[in-house]
């Protein structure tokens, strides 16, 4: 496996940079800006946190865990190293309690201080080689890991059969969903642009729109009201549970709801709904069982490599739903790799020349548009013979 890895100037040399710091990476992205160090402490990073941290023009990422713990190759670190952004990986479990947020840090080799030089921890650069070697010892291990999956799935679905097979404890929408398509938006693999290709789709059919989380600031963010919220509610913006749409907040199965408090802070009213599942999950099942007549998914995970990347047991419930509501649910992930539009210079002159020529036809084959011409010709011979006479 050979990567493209592309570096920035100055190698495996000293970078410095302000730190933000949080144990979420998700909710670091809300607030990382281009240019400075992300600090986090994620386990096998993810491709959606990575293709984050590139968006969000990070500089570096140190990181208190091991990025790619060899569990099953996942893509994080390789979309940070293609993108240039240098990774320190392992620098400690107690690192995110050393560093304080907006302080500034420099990274030098293995090796993080303070900006005044006082020494923080050691870690090690993951690039290069030793990155190709840990995703390719990685690889060999996921047999085992499909044989946990396959038993994960089976113990859910005896755990939350009724959920699964017949939508019981789903709460009754306001929304009204029969008989329309549905858009489901999950924060995946290049779901904003997917998002931007289906305009179209979106203006021409107007499907009801779901957002699962904070795929609902992206949804605004490109003038798309959604009209049905799903999730834990702690990875979206103020704006957009405020936005006036229905909200369906995703809790533990012991009823436990992460963002519920903040929701009621708002004052907003709210439908709750337990489940081990993932909050994508509830969304396909809601427009599956409110007679959807159509379910188009973009950034939805549909593959090992991206259940394994979401990195929790209750991925095996996504596995079970697809399953369920495939016969009316078309994916439409990755869909701008699909078709991209693009109108080259060549082809507006060839439009022009194409225009001009059939126009000049018309003009040659048409006696009333010749009979017009003349009359123009012969009033401007006439201008011409007065003003000969005048002067």
């Keep these: 496996m050979a990567l493209r890895i592309r570096r920035r100037r100055g190698g495996n040399g000293s970078l410095h940079g302000i730190a933000r710091v949080d144990r979420k990476t998700k909710d670091l992205l809300l607030r990382l800006r281009p240019g400075e160090v992300a600090v986090i402490d994620h386990k096998d990073l993810d491709l959606v946190s990575a293709e984050g941290l590139v968006e969000r023009g990070a500089r570096a990422v140190v990181n208190a865990s091991s990025s790619i713990t060899g569990r099953y190759p996942n893509a994080g670190p390789m979309?940070?190293?293609?993108?240039?952004?240098?990774?320190?990986?392992?620098?400690?479990?107690?690192?995110?309690?050393?560093?304080?947020?907006?302080?500034?840090?420099?990274?030098?080799?293995?090796?993080?201080?303070?900006?005044d030089g006082e020494l923080i921890g050691n870690g090690l650069r993951l690039e290069g080689q030793e990155l190709e070697h840990l995703v390719s010892a990685a690889t060999a291990e996921i047999p085992g890991e499909i044989e946990r999956f396959v038993q994960n799935t089976m113990e859910y679905l005896s755990?939350?059969?009724?959920?699964?097979?017949?939508?019981?404890?789903?709460?009754?929408?306001?929304?009204?969903?029969?008989?329309?398509?549905?858009?489901v938006?999950?924060?995946?693999?290049?779901?904003?642009?997917?998002?931007?290709t289906l305009r179209a789709y979106i203006s021409d059919l107007r499907p009801i729109l779901i957002a699962v989380d904070g795929a609902a600031d992206a949804m605004l963010e490109e003038g798309l009201r959604p009209d049905l919220i799903v999730g834990d509610m702690d990875s979206i913006s103020t704006h957009a549970l405020t936005c006036g749409a229905e909200i369906v907040v995703h809790a533990y199965p012991d009823?436990?709801?992460?963002?519920?408090?903040?929701?009621?802070?708002?004052?907003?009213?709210?439908?709750?709904?337990?489940?081990?599942?993932t909050s994508e999950d509830i969304a396909l099942l809601l427009a599956y069982e409110n007679q959807a007549d159509l379910i188009v998914a973009v950034g939805t995970h549909d593959n090992l490599a991206e259940f394994l990347d979401k990195?929790?047991?209750?991925?095996?419930?996504?596995?079970?739903?697809?399953?369920?509501?495939?016969p009316k649910?078309?994916?439409?992930?990755?869909?701008?790799r699909l078709y991209r539009t693009q109108v080259r210079r060549s082809d507006l002159i060839m439009l022009v020349v194409?225009?001009?020529?059939?126009?000049?036809?018309?003009?040659?084959?048409?006696?009333?548009?010749?009979?017009?011409?003349?009359?123009?010709w012969l009033g401007l011979k006439g201008l011409v013979h007065d003003l000969k006479h005048l002067f």
Aim: hydrophobic share 45%; aromatic share 4%.
């Design 79 to 115: 979309v940070l190293a293609r993108a240039g952004i240098p990774l320190l990986d392992c620098v400690g479990e107690d690192l995110l309690e050393r560093i304080t947020e907006g302080e500034r840090i420099r990274i030098d080799g293995n090796t993080l201080y303070r900006d």
């Design 185 to 196: 938006v999950v924060r995946g693999p290049d779901y904003r642009r997917d998002l931007q």
């Design 159 to 183: 755990n939350e059969r009724a959920l699964i097979l017949e939508g019981a404890g789903l709460p009754d929408l306001d929304t009204t969903i029969e008989g329309r398509h549905v858009l």
């Design 329 to 336: 649910l078309v994916d439409a992930k990755g869909v701008n």
């Design 311 to 326: 990195g929790r047991a209750g991925m095996a419930s996504t596995f079970l739903v697809r399953l369920k509501v495939g």
């Design 354 to 376: 194409a225009a001009l020529v059939a126009w000049l036809v018309v003009v040659a084959i048409s006696d009333p548009i010749q009979l017009w011409f003349k009359d123009i």
């Design 255 to 277: 009823g436990h709801a992460p963002g519920l408090e903040r929701v009621d802070g708002l004052g907003l009213p709210a439908k709750i709904l337990r489940s081990a599942g």
